[in-house]
């Protein structure tokens, strides 16, 4: 606020970059209580009208400060002084489709060409930036409040120690979130007897159980249908779900704790600006007991009273075959229960069977990323680049020879490393069958020369990639 306060004096305008639209809201109370008609927000979910606004107020000088997500960063903003990029951990400022640019790099190298400072903020930030930038921490927080930690060995579920925690919280007045990876009811529907998988048509992922629609839907392409009665590859009855929901979580703490006043806070239940913004007023106004959500509880909102937090799925997280799958669990831990506690003493439950690491680094994160430092050398980024290439087709035959064409001309550059080839984690997305090559090596110059000789109609290039699912 002080620095954006510096660049209005020296009239200079600031961009300021959130992850996701879900942080506007409440971003938006706060500048504007600051700053007035000054600030201006841009993202995707303004009407024409909202936009032909914005961009009036950018084009005559009037917006100082213009705050939104990633789109943000291309307005045609002039005499900039400043750009702040909150959350640099976060993933959403990587763009999951074509142009595959990441944001926060396109603010760092915008603050290079137009020779102005580049603030990054985060309580977790990315190895990657700590590694290449200078940084401090701030001490403390604006209340003094204190966290307990508490470990429950569990899979999973809702266990009778959870409950135990939020119908005490409930009988207390107090307020608690329940942070769940998985949105629907359940992640996965598998016949006991057979083991069959029920998988999406198009995409070869498993569809989650959505009960409220009585669906199966996957979370990939869209694709939906009625949830079976009997397994089609066997015709028992005996069909399971797996990996707990927020729906089914939501359906039993209502179940089990029948006075509280739970919620649902995730991309199946907020659908517009207008109703995380109602979820988020409603929720600070003390209407609202338990809050149960995915990744969108984490997102930096303030919540004022929550005092237990609970933590599920963690170990589902450490396990991803990604080289930063231990950044990404314990950051998320971090934030959620950072969501806690902001004005008084609260509790975190995690349930994991990892105690011993989240333990130990939880409330010393910077300890993890000088342990995560020593891991990463010689294998993955910062220290090294990677790349993926990815290729996809309706006819997988196709996608597979353009992929084996590239492996061969890709042999003849030495200082590029073939780390691994062949089918994508996930084969199939929207009908087509994916394959990919991930490439290493010590600079960016060196792989861009090598993809650009060697790529082919289907290839996709993916620079420094965040996902590898």
């Not at 009239?11 to 008609?37: A, N, V, Y």
């Not at 739970?262 to 007023?281: G, H």
């Not at 934030?335 to 010393?364: I, M, P, Y």
Request: hydrophobic residues 35%.
């Amino acid at each position: 606020m002080r620095y954006f306060e510096e660049m209005l004096l020296q009239k200079k305008r600031s961009i300021f970059l959130m992850p996701e639209i879900s942080l506007t809201p409440q971003m938006s109370k706060r500048l504007k209580l600051h700053f007035g008609e000054s600030v201006v927000f841009w993202h995707s979910k303004l009407s024409p009208s909202q936009k032909k606004k914005a961009l009036a107020a950018i084009y005559d000088g009037s917006a100082m400060i213009v705050a939104g997500p990633r789109s943000a960063l291309f307005l045609p903003i002039e005499d900039l002084g400043l750009v702040v990029v909150d959350e640099e951990h976060d993933d959403s400022y990587k763009s999951s489709s074509r142009p595959r640019y990441n944001a926060r790099d396109i603010a760092i190298y915008m603050g290079k060409v137009h020779n102005v400072p580049v603030v990054l903020g985060s309580a977790t930030p990315s190895l990657t930036s700590y590694v290449k930038f200078p940084h401090f921490r701030l001490k403390g927080g604006y209340f003094n409040a204190k966290k307990e930690f508490v470990y429950e060995r569990s899979v999973e579920t809702l266990s009778p120690l959870v409950v135990q925690y939020l119908q005490k919280s409930v009988e207390q007045k107090e307020q608690s979130i329940l942070f769940l990876p998985t949105r629907a009811n359940f992640k996965y529907l598998i016949c006991g007897d057979c083991g069959y998988t029920y998988k999406c048509v198009f995409c070869s992922v498993g569809m989650s159980v959505h009960q409220k629609t009585r669906s199966l839907k996957c979370h990939y392409c869209n694709f939906a249908q009625a949830i079976p009665q009997k397994c089609s590859e066997c015709g028992s009855e005996h069909l399971v779900s797996s990996r707990l929901g927020t729906a089914e979580a939501l359906k039993e703490v209502r179940e089990q704790i029948g006075e509280a006043r739970v919620e649902q806070f995730d991309r199946d239940t907020i659908t517009t600006a207008k109703k995380l913004e109602q979820m988020l007023e409603r929720f600070n106004a003390k209407e609202i007991d338990i809050l149960i959500g995915t990744q969108m509880l984490s997102k930096g909102h303030d919540y004022h009273g929550v005092a237990l937090a609970v933590v599920l799925g963690m170990d589902n997280m450490l396990g991803m075959p990604d080289y930063r799958a231990r950044e990404k669990a314990l950051s998320t831990l971090i934030q959620v229960a950072g969501r806690s506690g902001r004005k008084e003493s609260a509790k975190v439950l995690v349930q994991s069977f990892n105690e011993e690491f989240f333990k130990t680094f939880v409330q010393d994160y910077e300890a993890f990323l000088e342990e995560e430092k020593e891991y990463r050398k010689e294998l993955y980024p910062p220290y090294k680049k990677l790349c993926r290439v990815l290729f996809s087709h309706k006819n997988g035959a196709k996608a597979q020879e353009a992929m084996h064409e590239m492996v061969e001309r890709l042999r003849s550059f030495e200082t590029v490393e073939i780390v691994g080839f062949g089918k994508c984690g996930i084969e199939r997305v929207a009908d087509k069958y994916r394959f990919e090559i991930l490439l290493r090596s010590d600079k960016s110059t060196e792989i861009i020369k090598a993809v650009s000789a060697c790529k082919n109609a289907l290839a996709e290039i993916d620079m420094d990639p965040v996902e590898f699912g």
